[in-house]
């Protein structure tokens, strides 16, 4: 089977956010493998992205709206014969647990970072270039010198109150990206247009392309249309340009 790149691109600032958490998250995910100081200090850097991220968006609240979304179509879906109803229950119930989890009023996704001091003081400086360096930060420089499994401990510990935030994210993508079925589509001389049917809430559109393809798209839209132009790059120090050739690719438009 030959190996496909999804380019994503989200169309409501919902998604964006959820696509960012993602991100960040399957960052941490990479480089918890690992407990060099380096894969350390990459995994803090994440989680304080991710912390910013959450205080700078209502993102609980968004997550909260999606998955009650995504539990009201489930049910409705509960009496079709054509449905896998085992698997259907046992995601509703997954999503029942996170709501129950994210409605408790006592939970505050990112206050075990928000109130460590050690990670208050590198946040402090994480935006100064290099102002993570030993001499700036000694407390910080001990740590990252503490035995591997002692630092590992501590970022399991601060990462402890986003896991609902992670799950929650990761659910609400699956069933997004799973709510469509692709599409064989071309782009005539590297250019394509498509209207959204008002009636249909697209959140995500999906363009798959061979990994050897030597094409890549750029996809902008809004509540109404979406284009794609399939660019073509030389070197990467010249501007890409439009294909002229036509492009044959894969595309889901997801609706849910």
């Given at each position: 089977m030959q190996n496909k790149i999804a380019y994503e691109q989200p169309l409501n600032e919902r998604m964006r956010n959820f696509l960012r958490l993602e991100h960040l998250f399957n960052l941490i995910e990479y480089r918890s493998q690992e407990t060099f100081e380096w894969d350390c200090r990459n995994t803090l850097e994440s989680?304080?992205?991710?912390?910013?991220?959450?205080?700078?968006?209502?993102?609980?609240t968004e997550l909260i709206k999606e998955l009650e979304r995504?539990?009201?179509?489930?049910?409705?879906?509960?009496?079709?014969?054509?449905?896998?109803?085992?698997?259907?229950d046992t995601i509703n119930s997954d999503i029942c647990?996170?709501?129950?989890?994210l409605r408790d009023n006592a939970y505050q996704p990112g206050n075990l970072l928000r109130n460590d001091e050690l990670v208050t003081s590198?946040?402090?400086?994480?935006?100064?270039?290099?102002?993570t360096c030993s001499f700036d930060l000694p407390r910080f420089h001990y740590w990252l010198n503490q035995p591997g499994l002692t630092r590992k401990q501590d970022l399991t510990q601060w990462?402890?109150?986003?896991?609902?935030?992670?799950?929650?994210?990761?659910?609400a993508l699956d069933m997004v990206r799973n709510s469509t079925h692709p599409v064989?589509?071309?782009?005539?001389?590297?250019f394509y247009q498509k209207p959204i049917e008002s009636s249909l809430s697209c959140q995500l559109i999906r363009v798959f392309l061979p990994s050897a393809s030597r094409y890549f798209p750029e996809i902008s839209g809004g509540k109404h249309r979406f284009t794609i132009r399939f660019m073509e790059e030389s070197t990467t120090d010249a501007r890409p340009i439009q294909s002229k050739n036509d492009v044959d690719f894969e595309l889901h438009c997801c609706i849910l």
């Open positions: 989680l304080l992205e991710i912390n910013d991220l959450l205080s700078r968006s209502d993102l609980k995504h539990s009201q179509m489930l049910t409705s879906l509960k009496d079709n014969p054509a449905v896998d109803k085992n698997r259907l647990d996170l709501l129950i989890k590198i946040k402090q400086r994480i935006s100064i270039p290099g102002g990462s402890a109150d986003l896991e609902p935030i992670k799950n929650s994210t990761f659910i064989r589509e071309k782009a005539v001389t590297g």
